[in-house]
C-alpha cells in the first residue's frame, strides 16, 4: 500500500515561491500506475485540486493556478514536487500530496503540512 | 468548472441515529462522484467512489446512491468515529471540484 509524506517550510514570505516534497514508498513513482496530485486545505476555499502529474510526462493544473504552479517528479528519488511562486496570504492552507487511482479517485493521502505566508 | 453544494453544512446526531447528506453537481456527472470522511486533524479518507462503491475497509453502515445531478451519502447507525466532516467531489471534469463539507456533530 502507498504512503506518502509531504516535506517543506512551514513558513513562507509573501512574493516568495512555495517548494513542497513528497516522499513515496511502498509503491514506485516509476511503475506508471498512478498519477500523482497536489491538494490544498484552507478555511477560505475548501479543499482546492492544484494539479496532477505522471511519468508519462502529462502534467495538468487546475487553470486557477496554472500561471503560478509546477509539479514535477524524480524517479531516482520516488519523490515528487510542487513549486508555487508568487505566493500571497490566500495560499496559506494545508497541503496534500495525493494518489489518484482511476479517473479522479483521491487515494490515499498524504497527513498534509501547513504552510503560511506570512512575513 | 462544476460546482458541487452539500447540504446540510452542519448537521447534529446522536449515536445509533440514520443520517443523510445531499451533494448537489452544478451540471450532471454522471455517477462520477466520490465521498470522503474528514476526521479532525487528519486528511480526508475515501469512504465511496463512482457514487455508490464502497471502499474496502469502509463499514457497510455507509452507502451511496444517486446519478446526474443529485447524490445522498447515507449512515444507517452512527457510530462514535463518524462525528467528522464528509466531503462529495465530482471526478467529471477537470479540473476535479469539491463540495463545501458536512459537519457531522455529535447532539
Known amino acids: 500500500q502507498v504512503q506518502l509524506q509531504e516535506s517543506g517550510p512551514g513558513l513562507v514570505k509573501p512574493s516568495q515561491t512555495l517548494s513542497l516534497t513528497c516522499s513515496v514508498s511502498?509503491?514506485?513513482?516509476?511503475?506508471?500506475?498512478?498519477?500523482w496530485s497536489w491538494i490544498r486545505q484552507s478555511a477560505g476555499k475548501g479543499l482546492e485540486w492544484i494539479g496532477r502529474?505522471?511519468?508519462?510526462?502529462?502534467?495538468i493544473y487546475n487553470p486557477s493556478l496554472k500561471s503560478r504552479v509546477t509539479i514535477s517528479l524524480d524517479t531516482s528519488k520516488n519523490q515528487f514536487f510542487l513549486n508555487l511562486t508568487s505566493v500571497t496570504a490566500a495560499d496559506t492552507a494545508v497541503y496534500y500530496c495525493?494518489?489518484?487511482?482511476?479517473?479522479?479517485?483521491?487515494?490515499?493521502w498524504g497527513q498534509g503540512i501547513v504552510v503560511t505566508v506570512s512575513s | 468548472d462544476i460546482r458541487m453544494t452539500q447540504s446540510p453544512s452542519s448537521l447534529s446526531a446522536s449515536v445509533g441515529d440514520r443520517v443523510t447528506i445531499t451533494c448537489r453537481a452544478s451540471?450532471?456527472?454522471?455517477?462520477?462522484l466520490n465521498w470522503y470522511r474528514q476526521k479532525p486533524g487528519q486528511a480526508p479518507n475515501l469512504l465511496i467512489s463512482?457514487?455508490?462503491t464502497l471502499q474496502g475497509g469502509v463499514p457497510s453502515r455507509f452507502s451511496g446512491s444517486g446519478s446526474g445531478t443529485d447524490f445522498t451519502l447515507t449512515i444507517s447507525s452512527l457510530k462514535p468515529e463518524d462525528f467528522a466532516t464528509y466531503y462529495c467531489?465530482?471526478?467529471?471534469?477537470?479540473?476535479?471540484?469539491f463540495g463545501g463539507g458536512t459537519k457531522l456533530e455529535i447532539k
Open positions: 467531489q465530482q471526478s467529471r471534469s477537470t479540473p476535479p471540484t
Open positions: 511502498g509503491g514506485s513513482i516509476s511503475s506508471g500506475t498512478y498519477y
Open positions: 495525493v494518489v489518484i487511482r482511476g479517473v479522479y479517485v483521491f487515494d490515499p
Open positions: 502529474t505522471h511519468t508519462g510526462g502529462s502534467t
Open positions: 451540471e450532471s456527472i454522471g455517477t462520477y
Open positions: 463512482t457514487a455508490s
